[in-house]
């Protein structure tokens, strides 16, 4: 099995992704703030249950023979970078808004929170690069059972990625407060988060397929 050292590398490692900036923050933020912790609660069980997805997929090797399929990888390619584009035009379209910007929308309902959270992690190219780049790095065939290994790692990550988020859907509202107190600081975050989403789309576009 795993060591404890290596294991605590992994975690470290899915302690850094999670903390970087991506769509499903930006859901989840947005979620909770307005539609409180309880929206942003589900829209996280719909990121979680993404997770079990790619994480299963990864443990089967399904991961492999999608890179090995020309096409359908590009197709994912292309799919991620233009859903990454709209969320960059999002932030900086005219009119647009901050996520920490709070606002009055008609609610959504629990199953579309569920779902739109699940979707958003699905097509999340930054989980799909986790698990694409540093996820193989810690399975090794000889040390016993290379499903189960992924599934302990995969595990471990949907621990880290769920305890990060939920701290972020219960403080996401406070953040608002504060953002709303200082409006120059709302508009820097909104044009950050936009440029930082527009440069990861044009990064994935330009990604070459590994061989």
């Known amino acids: 099995m795993i060591s404890l050292t290596e294991w605590l590398v992994f975690a470290g490692a899915a302690l850094l992704v999670v903390l970087t900036p991506g769509p499903n923050m930006i859901y989840l ?42 096409l359908a990888y590009e197709l994912l390619k292309w799919a991620g970078a233009a859903y990454l584009l709209w969320l960059a035009w999002q932030a900086l379209r005219p009119g647009s808004r901050s996520p920490f910007d709070p606002r009055q929308l008609p609610p959504d309902t629990p199953t579309r929170l569920f779902a739109m959270g699940f979707l958003t ?40 990625s769920f305890s990060v988020n939920l701290l972020i859907v219960l403080s996401a509202a406070g953040v608002s407060r504060w953002f709303a107190r200082n ?24 990604e070459q397929r590994r061989a």
Not at 46 to 69: D, E, M, Q, S, Y
Not at 135 to 155: K, N, S, T
Not at 184 to 205: E, P, S
């Open 183 to 206: 409006p120059l600081w709302l508009a820097v975050q909104r044009y950050v988060m936009g440029f930082v989403l527009a440069g990861l789309a044009v990064r994935l576009a330009a």
């Open 121 to 160: 992690n699905l097509l999340n190219p930054k989980a799909a690069v986790f698990y694409l780049s540093i996820f193989p790095q810690f399975i090794d065939p000889e040390r016993g059972g290379v499903f189960v290994q992924g599934l302990l790692l995969g595990l471990t990550q949907i621990s880290v």
């Open 29 to 70: 933020v947005s979620r909770a703030v307005c539609q409180g912790r309880r929206g942003g609660f589900i829209s996280l069980l719909g990121v979680i249950a993404a997770f079990l997805v790619h994480i299963l997929a990864a443990a089967a090797g399904l991961t492999a023979l999608l890179l090995a399929v020309p």
